[in-house]
T-cell receptor, first 114, second 114 residues
Framework: DSGVTQTPKHLITATGQRVTLRCSPR?????VYWYQQSLDQGLQFLIQ???????AKGNILERFSAQQFPDLHSELNLSSLELGDSALYFC?????????????FGEGSRLTVL | QQQVKQSPQSLIVQKGGISIINCAYE??????FPWYQQFPGKGPALLIA?????SEKKEGRFTISFNKSAKQFSLHIMDSQPGDSATYFC?????????????FGGGTRLMVKP
C-alpha cells in the first residue's frame, strides 16, 4: 500500500459529460502529480501541484483542470469528455517539489467514456 | 514528443534467465533515471534509480547500467522469477528545476515463464 488514495476506482460516463477524480496524498507529502495511462501512450504527465500551487504542467488538455486544496488532497476535473479520454488516471505524491524519482502512486481511477 | 524511448514493448523470459530492458533519452538535462514496476491493478512503484555520475547500480537481482555518452540506460533482471512478471517503466527527470516532472518510457510487459 503506497498510502496514496484515489477515488473512484472505476467510472463510466458518456461523451460530453464532466467528471472529478480525487486523490489523497501520503501523509506528509506536499507534492501531487497526475498522470494519464493509456494503452498506446504509456504514462503521460498531466500536472503537478506543490502545497496548493501549480508547479509544472505537462500535456494536459484545456478541457482538463486540477487543483490542490489546503488539506493537500487534489482533484482532477475532466470536462466535455471524449472517447479518447478513456484511460487510467494516476495520482502520485512526494515530499518535495523537485523531482527525485521517488513518486508514490495510487492504484488509479479507470475512466471509461462511452 | 516522446523523450524517453523504451524497448522492447514485451518480453518473455524463462525462469532463471536474464531480462533486459533498454531505454534511450534525448534531453541532456535529464539527470535522474528511475525504474518503476507495475503489477496488474496497481500503480507503478519505484524499483531502483540511478544518477548519471555512476555507470552501474545493483540492488539484489536488479541492475541498472547507464551510458551517458550514448544517452542510454538499461535494466537487467538476473535469475528472473515468475513473480517478476509485471510492466516495467523507465523514466528520466531533472533535479535542476523546482517542480519538474518525470518523463516515462512506454513500458515493457515482462512475462517470466515457470
Amino acid at each position: 500500500d503506497s498510502g496514496v488514495t484515489q477515488t473512484p476506482k472505476h467510472l463510466i460516463t458518456a461523451t460530453g459529460q464532466r467528471v472529478t477524480l480525487r486523490c489523497s496524498p501520503r501523509s506528509g507529502d506536499l507534492s501531487v502529480y497526475w498522470y494519464q495511462q493509456s494503452l498506446d501512450q504509456g504514462l503521460q504527465f498531466l500536472i503537478q501541484y506543490y502545497n496548493g500551487e501549480e508547479r509544472a504542467k505537462g500535456n494536459i488538455l484545456e478541457r482538463f483542470s486540477a487543483q490542490q486544496f489546503p488539506d493537500l488532497h487534489s482533484e482532477l476535473n475532466l470536462s466535455s469528455l471524449e472517447l479518447g479520454d478513456s484511460a487510467l488516471y494516476f495520482c502520485a505524491s512526494s515530499v518535495e517539489a523537485r523531482v527525485t524519482g521517488e513518486l508514490f502512486f495510487g492504484e488509479g481511477s479507470r475512466l471509461t467514456v462511452l | 514528443q516522446q523523450q524517453v524511448k523504451q524497448s522492447p514493448q514485451s518480453l518473455i523470459v524463462q525462469k532463471g534467465g536474464i531480462s533486459i530492458i533498454n531505454c534511450a533519452y534525448e534531453n541532456t538535462a535529464f539527470d535522474y533515471f528511475p525504474w518503476y514496476q507495475q503489477f496488474p491493478g496497481k500503480g507503478p512503484a519505484l524499483l531502483i534509480a540511478i544518477r548519471p555520475d555512476v555507470s552501474e547500480k545493483k540492488e539484489g537481482r536488479f541492475t541498472i547500467s547507464f551510458n551517458k555518452s550514448a544517452k542510454q540506460f538499461s535494466l537487467h533482471i538476473m535469475d528472473s522469477q515468475p513473480g517478476d512478471s509485471a510492466t516495467y517503466f523507465c523514466a528520466a527527470g531533472t533535479h535542476n528545476n523546482a517542480g519538474n516532472m518525470l518523463t516515462f518510457g512506454g513500458g515493457t510487459r515482462l512475462m517470466v515463464k515457470p
